[in-house]
C-alpha cells in the first residue's frame, strides 16, 4: 500500500487496483456519506422501507433527471397510486402530467403504465428478482435492474454502474473503459465483492457532490492522496 499522501500512480489498461487501496478509498467515502445529500433513489428506498415497487418506479424516473426533479415527480405520482395495480389503472396522460418535467416524461409514461401492467399480468403484482426478469419490463435496462436488485432485494452479487460511476471509476483508475457497461464487467473484475453494493451510493453522492463531471472538487477530496486524476481540476 502507498503511503497516505502519495498520489496512487495511473494503473496500466486491464490492471486491477490493490484490494488495499479500493478499501481505503471506500472506507474514506464511507465516512464522508452521512455529511451528504443521498441520491434521490436512495431517499425512496428509505422513506418507503424498501418497497421494490416504489424503488422500481423511481429508478425508472431518474434517469438523465436532476435529483430533486426525480424525487418531486416520485411524490406526486405515489401520492395518486402506490401499486401496480392502481398504477397501471391510471391513464398514461395522467401519469404524464404526474411525473412533468422529468426528461423524457412522454416515454417514461408510457413505460411505467406498460410496467405495472406486466408486474400485474406476469409477476402477480411483484417486482421481480432476477436480472433476466428484470429485463424484460418496458424501460428496464442494466443499470435500473442492477439497482433495483442492490436497494429492493438486498442483493450482494450486482454493482449499478451510471454516468457517476462510469466516470470517476475511470478517474480513480480502477478501471480504463469506454462506456457504463464495460465499466460494469470491469468492476466486477477489479474490486472486491464486499464493495459491489456500496459503490453506486458512494460514488454516486461523490459525483453529485464532490467529483463532477465537470470542476471537480479535487481541492475539498478526501480521495485526492490516492487519486490519479487530481489535477484534472485546480479550481476549487
Ligand atoms: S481527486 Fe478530483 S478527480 Fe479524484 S476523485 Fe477526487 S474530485 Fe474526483
Excluded at 404526474?98 to 417514461?108: A, D
Excluded at 436480472?131 to 435500473?144: A, F, I, S, Y
Aim: proline content about 7%; hydrophobic content about 40%; aromatic content about 6%.
Amino acid at each position: 500500500m502507498g503511503k497516505a499522501g502519495t498520489r496512487q500512480a495511473k494503473l496500466p489498461a486491464g490492471a486491477a487496483p490493490r484490494p488495499s487501496d479500493v478499501a481505503w478509498i471506500m472506507q474514506r467515502l464511507r465516512r464522508a456519506m452521512p455529511d451528504l445529500e443521498v441520491p434521490a433513489v436512495e431517499k425512496i428506498a428509505r422513506d418507503s422501507r424498501v418497497d421494490p415497487f416504489l424503488v422500481l418506479i423511481g429508478t425508472l424516473l431518474s434517469a438523465r433527471t436532476q435529483d430533486a426533479t426525480t424525487h418531486a415527480a416520485s411524490q406526486r405520482l405515489f401520492a395518486r397510486a402506490d401499486s401496480p395495480g392502481t398504477m397501471a389503472r391510471l391513464g398514461v396522460r395522467v401519469i404524464e402530467r404526474l411525473i412533468y418535467p422529468v426528461s423524457f416524461y412522454r416515454t417514461k409514461a408510457r413505460h411505467v403504465k406498460a410496467t405495472c401492467t406486466l408486474l400485474v399480468e406476469r409477476f402477480g403484482g411483484h417486482v421481480p428478482d432476477t436480472m433476466e426478469d428484470l429485463l424484460t419490463l418496458p424501460g428496464v435496462g442494466r443499470k435500473t435492474a442492477n439497482l433495483v436488485l442492490i436497494l429492493a432485494h438486498g442483493s450482494r452479487r450486482n454493482i449499478c454502474v451510471d454516468t457517476h460511476v462510469h466516470r470517476i471509476s475511470n478517474r480513480l483508475g480502477w478501471v480504463a473503459t469506454r462506456t457504463p457497461d464495460e465499466t460494469e464487467q470491469a468492476l466486477y473484475r477489479a474490486i472486491p465483492r464486499r464493495w459491489w453494493p456500496d459503490v453506486n451510493l458512494y460514488l454516486v453522492t461523490w459525483g453529485q457532490n464532490v467529483c463532477r463531471p465537470i470542476g471537480p472538487r479535487c481541492r475539498a477530496c478526501v480521495l485526492a492522496a490516492r487519486c490519479p486524476s487530481v489535477r484534472v481540476s485546480a479550481k476549487d
